[in-house]
């Protein structure tokens, strides 16, 4: 009897050459885009600081201190942080939760420096404060909640965003526990078991 053989599935090619490529190139890729990064951040830094200029760059640090305020130099940090972090070699993954985090914070910031500044679109035209983008946050959030409830919010997010981008969390619990005068529990990884050896056959008497 013939029995229909069963063929496996075929595999992704897709996935499979960008495995490969991974392994190959992608450590000379990020790093290729670590130094971009760190680049771009020194450039905007220069830009910003009006220590050079151009067709290009001059119109772009303008629009950019228009947009984001203050807010740029922290641009200019998170750029430079990408970066490094590209860049260094660590343990396992680029942890992009924290990333997300941070990048949430510095939005929050422009919010908050609008809210100093009196949440003033003239300040926020002449590149003050958090920007178009801070006043506009600063706006809506007074605009349901209040100036005094829009300050309270935009801190507390950006308290909460700022612990995790920097994954201050566990740092904190361990804090807490030892003012309430509890020992933290530190989770230890267990020990490897040892193979029982094995041990040597008598010979036979002859």
């Not at 949430?104 to 002449?126: E, F, V």
């Not at 201050?168 to 509890?182: H, N, P, V």
Request: aromatic share 10%; proline share 7%.
């Amino acid at each position: 009897v013939n029995r229909p053989i069963q063929q496996s599935p075929p595999p992704n090619d897709l996935l499979d050459r960008f495995a490969r490529f991974n392994n190959h190139f992608g450590r000379f890729v990020r790093d290729g885009l670590g130094v971009v990064l760190i680049a771009a951040a020194i450039i905007l830094l220069l830009g910003l600081l009006n220590l050079t200029g151009g067709i290009l760059m001059t119109p772009l640090s303008a629009m950019l201190g228009q947009w984001v305020g203050w807010g740029g130099y922290l641009l200019v940090f998170a750029l430079s942080w990408g970066g490094i972090t590209l860049i260094r070699r660590l343990d396992g993954p680029p942890r992009w939760g924290r990333f997300v985090a941070l990048e949430l914070a510095i939005l929050l910031t422009l919010g908050l420096l609008s809210i100093i500044g009196g949440s003033s679109i003239a300040r926020a035209d002449s590149g003050l404060d958090g920007g178009y983008i801070g006043w506009g946050l600063a706006y809506l959030t007074a605009r349901f909640l209040g100036r005094i409830g829009s300050a309270i919010l935009l801190a507390a997010l950006w308290l909460i965003a700022l612990l995790t981008g920097f994954g201050a969390w566990s740092r904190l619990e361990i804090w807490l526990l030892r003012l309430a005068g509890e020992t933290p529990q530190v989770a230890t990884p267990p020990a490897p078991k040892e193979q029982p050896k094995a041990e040597p056959k008598e010979e036979a008497p002859k």
